[in-house]
């Protein structure tokens, strides 16, 4: 919580240290903060709560405070839709099966991101989840420009959503897995081939 509370929010002239800008209208601003109402009304627990958030200087701007909500349940609009707006919505689960299903079953298929030490569990994950961006220990999995990517499911938009190469493949549906490992290399690592006794 005090790292979402910390964050800073302002235009793109205000500096690099800059976390996110506005919204593009005020009809996104509006939607976002109709969600996040829905979200309270539905039950889910508001933790961080920027409904109230407002810029010095940019009062009628499109800028809207993070939130963060906790409880989320798969029946609320708040998962079911596409916030596309500073919103964190966590739904919990018991298990990585059911876990893995909850995005399996989800009628969007944008990005979705496992953060594990187990290769294992990762390279399953990215194998099975019918997901269009990928990410092991990566929370945005959108790749650089020259790689493919794009949303599957009701988060395409049109025959060819994809950025990249792929966009010239007629019906190619691809899978672009970002991955980061940051605990480093295992003891008893070895990188040559050992010579014939």
Do not use: C
């Not at 998962?79 to 919103?87: A, L, M, N, R, S």
Request: no cysteine; proline share 5%.
């Amino acid at each position: 919580m005090p790292r979402i509370e910390k964050l800073k929010v302002g235009p793109r002239t205000a500096g690099n240290d800059v976390d996110y800008g506005p919204l593009v209208t005020a009809e996104a601003k509006k939607r976002v903060l109709g969600l996040v109402e829905s979200g309270i009304k539905q039950g889910a627990e508001l933790v961080v709560d920027g409904r109230d958030f407002s810029l010095q200087g940019y009062e009628d701007g499109f800028f809207v405070g993070a939130h963060l909500f906790d409880k989320v349940t798969p029946d609320m609009d708040i998962y079911k839709q596409e916030i596309f707006g500073p919103v964190l919505s966590t739904v919990r689960a018991g298990s990585y099966e059911e876990a893995l299903g909850l995005a399996m079953s989800h009628e969007m298929g944008n990005g979705t991101a496992i953060f594990t030490r187990d290769g294992d569990a990762a390279r399953d994950f990215a194998h099975r989840v019918n997901v269009g961006m990928i990410g092991v220990n990566v929370p945005i999995p959108v790749p650089l420009a020259y790689h493919t990517f794009g949303g599957w499911k009701k988060s395409m938009f049109g025959d060819l959503n994809q950025h990249g190469p792929d966009a010239f493949r007629f019906y190619t549906r691809t899978k672009t897995v970002t991955s980061r490992w940051p605990s480093g290399l295992k003891e008893g690592g070895e990188f040559h081939f050992k010579a014939m006794d």
